[in-house]
């Protein structure tokens, strides 16, 4: 009998079908997502059943839906991120939880400078007032010698910092947990001195806890824009919104959310650009990180190249 592969990300091998080619050359039947979009706790069990192997993207995977599937043995994270994985039950379980963590880091750190150009230049008013035939000009800020704070510093953040520098940036860090060198002119920061300091503050920190609360949104520079490519649950959502409202800051960008599909507040707001979590989506990154997923669930399944 065949080896059973669910597919979790509904975006899988759309731009390209190597990676579902690897997993038909393998001989394994293939399970899709049956709804084209993330799938519920709900779903997921019953997507998993009679499975060995997983591709995962986001959809929640806790101990109770990798026990209902007691067939499984591999999980295979298209991204970085697996706090959607019970990493204790998977343990329990002899589950094998695998991650792709390099090839995202340049397709984000690409769109993290876009949007911060896009918000600190003003493109995204300047052109709405221009499709309604209104010349108005707007003052913006640029780049060459703005304080950027870089909250977290693994491959995302270093990619962000490497490219900020070449706009003559000046970068400050704040991650307790990096234990490297900054050895091209960054500057440690605790992260108070961080917010206080900074004219942009970008997240890329791992995890769900708070980071940025109300209080730490008050002590941000009066103006500053605020980016945040990793998770919502860094910040809080109602204190984003009433510094927004109040012109504390002068704009943010969201590309990961509290829920998602998100439908909040921050959709009312005209300083505020949104991204339907598309950081690595560029067909370079997709095609990498899809075709590292299946290798490594191939590989946790115990499937060689000798017997595909």
Known sequence: MNLRVAIGPSSFAQEDTTPLDRLKE??????????????????????????????????????????????????????????????????????????????????????????????????ISTNRSLHHKEWKKQIGIGLMGAKVLLVGYGRIGQRVAELLRAFGSEVLVYDPFFEGQLSHGEKSVSLAEGLQAADVVSLHASGTECILGAKEIQTMKEGAILLNSARGELVNESAVIKALESGHLSGVWFDAFWEEPYSGRLCDLDNALLTPHVGTYTRQCRLEMESEAVDNLLRDLGVTREHR
């Open 26 to 123: 393998a001989r394994v039947d293939i399970v899709p997502n049956p709804f084209g979009r993330r799938l519920t706790e709900e779903e997921i069990i019953e997507h998993l059943k009679g499975v060995d192997g997983l591709i995962a993207g986001l959809e929640p995977l806790n101990r109770k839906v990798i026990e209902s599937d007691p067939q499984l043995k591999a999980i295979a994270r298209v991204g970085i991120g697996v706090t959607n994985v019970d990493f204790e039950a998977a343990s329990d379980h002899s589950v094998i939880v695998s991650n792709t963590p390099d090839p995202p880091a340049v397709a984000v750190a690409e769109l993290t400078l876009a949007t911060l150009l896009s918000l600190a230049r003003r493109l």
